[in-house]
């Protein structure tokens, strides 16, 4: 019972928004494949061996076809399917068991029915396959993937009631009208999963602004100190955002628009560059910006302008992760051979330990401890901290040489990317005794932290790798950061791979 009791303690400290996100998103995956492999199977049995269908409406003759035949369709029907939904963002946290889901639902049945039919022509087009099954599969399938999606939004709904998995925002900016609005709306909605934590302002709040019953929204947390008496927290002062970001743990900013100087606003995301936090807007309709990289919502009926959303979140994330597991245990096994050698010819031929091992700074700005074969002599940072390696520096053994040529030195990294610390793909992680030099030197470098670091990146792919232009390299892990997508990540891997080849990485 204990044991039990401290798993859910556990739980209840580390779940947020995200990571139930994420967990939700990867179950409904699994639960839709799988109602997809029965819907097949039951489709067959009802159209062969249950007796239901009537012979006149049947277009199959003939004695019954083997049911391994119809085992083939699985992977296709569920590719099909699943690229559907994904291409109809019903792989998204919002997305629940509500009348407007349930027709795009439908609309994915038919667009999943008709692409069916389509590969079975071209590739299929020596068997003869029962559409009968084809369309009751289809619609068994409509039916098991609502009900998977209902059953996950209720327990989305009670996970959210125990005060797990939400989403933790503040307000910055004066209380207003909108933001009245935006609360009301919150209220109609106590199971949406965000939990309004507190306004974030230059002035605390005073006792002649509306009074609004922290009660009432999103999900309960009667640890907080509320001023005064059922209001809204006040958090503190817009120019501690960093500070009271994590402290309160915010996983979102709506910032009030006019209230809110632009001035203020730059500053906001300027110190909020290197976490991964969302920032909205609670514009005015005059204010609506007409830029491509800012996404104009409605939260019901209240326009929201997105500045910027966290990366790297969503199914997409969750793919990447599994990417990062599978690769890099599979490297980690078939390359042991060779770092059990590498690491004994370092034992061999230069004092000290085989493991070199320095703090970093990844996502977030969490610090981390990275991972690598030791190409230098064991005092190499004695003497002048933590600098650059050059191409040529004497500090490196005669193996580091050939290690750092070839990116030897890199393979332990693999084990950061296992445990969780890094990414196959993604800006490089600096040394911490840099950061604060580069932070004040150079513009947006703490961009680069709202992802997590990688082995490799898209600045390295193209030639700017150790002691190369720093801006440089601050804008194309920009550039990565914000066009990322899967078939970026694969890119980078397979040019790494041939820069390896070359001996040039």
Known sequence: MFQYGFVICIIYQTMNSKTLDHLLIAITVLLDICFIATAIVVAYW????????????????????????????????????????????????????????????????????????????????????????????????????????????????????QGMGVNRLAIVGNYDVRVEKFINVLNTKADSGYEVVGIIGETAINSQQPVVNKGEIGVTNPSHNLLPENQLQSLGKSSDILELVRKHRLDTLFIVSPTVPNDTILQILHACEGIPVQINVLPELSEF????????????????????????????????????????????????????????????????????????VGRGGTRFKIYKFRSMQVDAEEKVGHV????????????????????????????????????????????????????ESIPHYLARQRVKSGMTGWAQVNGLRGNTSLEARISYDRYYIENWSLALDIKIILKTLWAIKKGSR
């Not at 919502?297 to 199914?315: D, N």
């Not at 084990?415 to 196959?424: A, E």
């Open 289 to 360: 910006i007409r830029d491509s990289r800012n996404t104009i919502t409605f939260f019901e009926e209240i326009p929201v302008l997105q500045l910027r959303e966290t990366p790297m979140q969503g199914g997409r994330g969750i793919v990447k992760r599994l990417i990062d597991i599978v690769l890099s245990a599979s490297a980690l096994i078939a390359l042991s051979p060779l770092m059990l050698t590498i690491a004994i010819t370092i034992r061999l031929t230069s004092p000290g330990k085989a493991i070199f091992r320095q703090e970093r």
């Open 46 to 161: 009802v159209r062969f061996e249950s007796g239901w269908t009537p012979e006149v409406l049947a277009l199959h003759k003939g004695g019954s076809p083997p049911l391994d035949d119809y085992f083939r369709l699985i992977p296709l029907m569920a590719i099909i399917w699943l690229m559907t939904l994904k291409a109809l963002k019903l792989y998204r946290p919002e997305s629940n068991a509500t009348f407007s889901g349930f027709w795009m639902l439908c609309k994915a049945a038919g667009i999943s029915l008709i692409a069916t039919l389509a590969a079975l022509f071209f590739i299929y087009h020596h068997d003869a396959y029962s559409r009968w099954v084809m369309l009751l599969a289809t619609g068994f399938s409509l039916v098991g993937l609502f009900l998977g999606r209902w059953v996950l939004y209720r327990f989305r709904q009670s996970i959210h009631a």
């Open 388 to 439: 650059w390696a050059k191409s040529d520096d004497p500090r490196q053994t005669r193996l580091g040489k050939f290690l750092r040529r070839w990116s030897l030195d890199e393979l332990p990294q693999f084990f950061n990317v296992l445990k969780g610390d890094m990414s196959l793909v993604g800006p490089r992680p600096e040394m911490s005794g840099l950061i604060d030099t580069f932070r």
